[in-house]
């Protein structure tokens, strides 16, 4: 199981990107996946043969050309350093409260934990409407790990939402 915070376009689809002539343009016309955060306790990164211990670390990502691999444009993806991000934060994600930001400009992705800057994503910038997702969800597969029973139904497995707060700069 896994709890998110990101923003989505409808239009970033795979059919959307099979039509579209110039993949370097995609995310600008038809937008991205923005994930701020997404907190596992563990994962197995792409071309891994165990799962990892992920309790204290968050991965962020930008995701466009839609979601297929095969005919038209691939699949794109940025991600941040995970390492990198663990160093920067002062305290641990469990058990606390913490403030998760992004600041979206024309030219780049932000993101921040704690008012502290993570890195940011120059690949992959939207210039089409976003929504925003606070999601969970629970995967029994290579993303977050088989879910034992156990926790699913203990309840100690679940993600808080204090506040939400978004604005847009005045243009």
Not at 48 to 53: G, P, S, T, V
Not at 139 to 156: L, M, N, V
Request: no cysteine; glycine share 8%; aromatic share 12%.
């Amino acid at each position: 199981m896994w709890g998110a915070f990101w923003l989505q376009s409808r239009a970033n689809t795979s059919a959307n990107a099979r039509m579209f002539r110039n993949p370097t343009d995609f995310a600008a016309t038809y937008g991205a996946e923005i994930d701020i955060v997404e907190a596992v306790s563990k994962h197995r990164p792409n071309n891994a043969r165990d799962f990892l211990d992920y309790k204290d670390r968050l991965i962020s990502n930008v995701h466009w050309n839609g979601y297929t691999k095969g005919s038209g444009p691939e699949h794109k993806r940025a991600a941040l350093g995970i390492d990198e991000q663990k160093k920067k934060r002062q305290s641990s994600l469990h058990n606390q409260w913490h403030t998760y930001g992004l600041l979206w400009t024309e030219g780049a992705y932000e993101i921040y934990i704690d008012n502290t800057l993570m890195g940011m994503f120059d690949k992959g910038i939207s210039h089409h409407p976003e929504y925003l997702r606070l999601t969970t969800q629970v995967d029994g597969g290579r993303f977050a790990g088989e879910i034992p029973d156990s926790e699913y139904r203990s309840g100690r497995t679940r993600m808080q939402v204090d506040w939400v707060r978004w604005w847009q700069r005045p243009q």
